[in-house]
C-alpha cells in the first residue's frame, strides 16, 4: 500500500519561510514524477509545483514562481517545498501526489496523495 506523509507545515508570518516535506512508502519514487498541490477554503485543489524523476525539470504555478522550490531525494523517497517570502494567500492544505500521466498541472492526473498538511500565512 502506497502511502505519503506530509509534514513542516503549521503558522508562519507573512514574508516567512516553511519548507514541506513529503515521505512516501510501499513504493519507490525514483521512477516517478511527483507533484505539489494545494487546497484553498472555498477553492478547488490547485497545482503548485512539480519534479522530474530525476529533478532535471520542475514545474511552477505562477502564482508561486520565484518563491518557492521543489526538490527530492530519491535515496530517501521524499519530495520536498520550500516556501520562500510567503503571503496570506499561500494558506491552504498542501498535498503531495504521486504522477500517473497526462497533464502535470491536473490534480487528475495523479494516483495517489497524502493526507495534507496545513500551512497558514499570517499578514
Known amino acids: 500500500q502506497v502511502q505519503l506523509v506530509e509534514s513542516g507545515g503549521g503558522l508562519v508570518q507573512a514574508g516567512g519561510s516553511l519548507r514541506l516535506s513529503c515521505v512516501v512508502s510501499?513504493?519507490?519514487?525514483?521512477?516517478?514524477?511527483m507533484g505539489w498541490f494545494r487546497h484553498a477554503s472555498g477553492k478547488e485543489r490547485d497545482f503548485v509545483a512539480a519534479?522530474?524523476?530525476?529533478?532535471?525539470?520542475?514545474y511552477y504555478a505562477d502564482s508561486v514562481k520565484g518563491r518557492f522550490s521543489i526538490s527530492r531525494d530519491n535515496d530517501k523517497n521524499a519530495v520536498y517545498l520550500q516556501m520562500n517570502s510567503v503571503k496570506p494567500e499561500d494558506t491552504a492544505v498542501y498535498y503531495c501526489?504521486?504522477?500517473?500521466?497526462?497533464?502535470?498541472?491536473?490534480?487528475?492526473?495523479?494516483?495517489?496523495w497524502g493526507q495534507g498538511n496545513q500551512v497558514t500565512v499570517s499578514s
Open positions: 501526489g504521486v504522477y500517473g500521466g497526462i497533464s502535470v498541472y491536473s490534480e487528475r492526473s495523479y494516483g495517489s
Open positions: 510501499g513504493r519507490t519514487i525514483s521512477n516517478a514524477l
Open positions: 519534479i522530474t524523476r530525476n529533478g532535471d525539470r520542475t
